[in-house]
């Protein structure tokens, strides 16, 4: 399906709101995906935007709502469909604690060189989730992984995926400083 022309006016609309640092993100992506044999609709491209250009989580309908400034007749399906499809290539999470999605910061660094990726067969993270802000923290910790892909196999379990989710407060609620 293509897109008409309201789509992609909209899609443009969007993308004027968008800063330098993510426009060079989906730029990345775009050609992510070409060489994966990916195609990066306009759709998707604006959704991935909205939710790279968030600093927190943003739910189905949160996306939706933002998606509809630029395309008012945007409707549930086309939402999810763009999520099933980031989420189907690693270029976001779920957040499954808060039923929300963020960028994934690793996906497009990751290539046939990364071997923990090879021995899990897909991507894994952890996040901190900030009960008190609600700010998410992906971290890329292969110690973690490691742990859990080796315990895992020790059940005779074949782990495809693996997403731990760490909740408490970040460093600026509970008032500290961020240790090395």
């Known amino acids: 399906m293509n897109a008409g022309p309201d789509v992609k006016e909209g899609v443009q609309a969007g993308e004027q709101a968008f800063s330098r640092d993510v426009l060079a993100r989906l730029d990345d992506v ?9 195609r990066l609709t306009a759709v998707r491209r604006l959704v991935l935007g909205l939710v790279l ?10 996306i939706l709502s933002l998606l509809r400034v630029h395309q008012p007749r945007a409707v549930p399906p086309t939402v ?3 999520l099933d499809f980031l989420l189907e290539q690693g270029l976001i999470h779920r957040i499954e604690r808060l039923s929300a999605f963020v960028g994934c910061r ?6 046939e060189c990364c071997t ?11 996040f901190l989730i900030c009960r008190a802000c609600g700010q998410v923290q992906e971290l890329e910790q292969d110690v973690v992984a490691a742990v859990l ?13 693996a997403t731990v989710e760490i909740e408490g407060l970040c460093a600026r609620c509970d008032g500290k400083q961020p240790t090395a």
Request: charged share 25%; aromatic share 10%; glycine share 12%.
């Open 30 to 38: 775009a050609h992510w995906c070409q060489h994966h044999g990916q």
């Open 116 to 126: 923990s990726h090879k021995a899990w067969g897909g991507h894994r993270a952890q």
């Open 80 to 82: 999810y469909r763009a």
């Open 149 to 161: 892909l080796q315990s895992a196999r020790g059940q005779g379990f074949r782990a495809e995926a």
């Open 106 to 111: 690793h996906r497009l660094d990751c290539e």
């Open 53 to 62: 250009s968030e600093d927190r989580p943003l739910g189905a309908y949160d």
